[in-house]
C-alpha cells in the first residue's frame, strides 16, 4: 500500500521558537524522486494566491482555492470526474479543471468540456469537471489550471531555486 505525505519546512528561531511552513521549493518534488528510491511519486502544487478572476463570456467572477497542478495530480489523488477524460484533462498548457460547484456558477448544469475560460488575460480551455472536494480534506480546490503553463510563466532559473518556497509538494512512499 502506498500511502501520501505533504512535505513541510521546519524553522526555529529566538522570537517564535519552533513552527512549519507547508510552503516548499519547486526543486522539492522532482529531487525526493530521483534521491530517494522509497518515495514512488512526488507532486507539486503552486497556488493561486489571492482571488482570481475568471470570466466566460459576459460574466466574470472572483473566484479562491485555485492551483497550479501537474497532470499525475488525478492519478495521485482520489477525485471523482464527472466531465472529461482523467488522462488528458490537465497535459495541455491552456486547460482548467472547474470543481462541480464552480462549474454550475459559470455553465449551469452543461458540460463545459470545451468552452473557454479567461483566467489572467489567458484563454483556458475547460478539460474537465470533478466532484467538490471533501470537506474534510486540506485540499480545497475550487479550479485547477495545468502546471504546464508555469514553462511560461515562470523562469527556469526560479524552478530550479531552492530558497523560493511557493509549492506545495506530495511525496507517495
Known amino acids: ?12 528561531n529566538r522570537e517564535e521558537g519552533r513552527y512549519n511552513i507547508d510552503l516548499t521549493p519547486p526543486t522539492y518534488a522532482p529531487m525526493f524522486k530521483s534521491e530517494f528510491p522509497e518515495v514512488k511519486g512526488s507532486l507539486r502544487i503552486m497556488g493561486v494566491f489571492g482571488d ?21 495530480f488525478f492519478n495521485f489523488f482520489t477525485c471523482n470526474i464527472i466531465y472529461g477524460d482523467p488522462d488528458d484533462l490537465l497535459k495541455q498548457p ?5 470543481s462541480s460547484s464552480l ?3 459559470f455553465f449551469g448544469i452543461e458540460n463545459p468540456v470545451g468552452k473557454t475560460l479567461q483566467y489572467s488575460n489567458n484563454d483556458f480551455e475547460v478539460t474537465g469537471v470533478y466532484e467538490d472536494m471533501p470537506v ?26 531552492w530558497v523560493w518556497q511557493q509549492f506545495y509538494t506530495y511525496i507517495k512512499l
Open 103 to 105: 462549474s454550475k456558477k
Open 94 to 98: 491552456n486547460s482548467i479543471v472547474l
Open 136 to 161: 474534510h480534506s486540506h485540499l480545497q480546490l475550487n479550479f485547477m489550471v495545468s502546471a504546464n503553463i508555469l514553462d511560461k510563466w515562470i523562469a527556469s532559473s526560479r524552478m530550479e531555486n
Open 52 to 72: 482570481a478572476l475568471l470570466s466566460f463570456g459576459d460574466f466574470s467572477s472572483l473566484e479562491s482555492n485555485g492551483a497550479f497542478v501537474p497532470e499525475n
Open 1 to 12: 500500500k502506498q500511502t501520501v505525505y505533504r512535505v513541510y519546512n521546519e524553522y526555529e
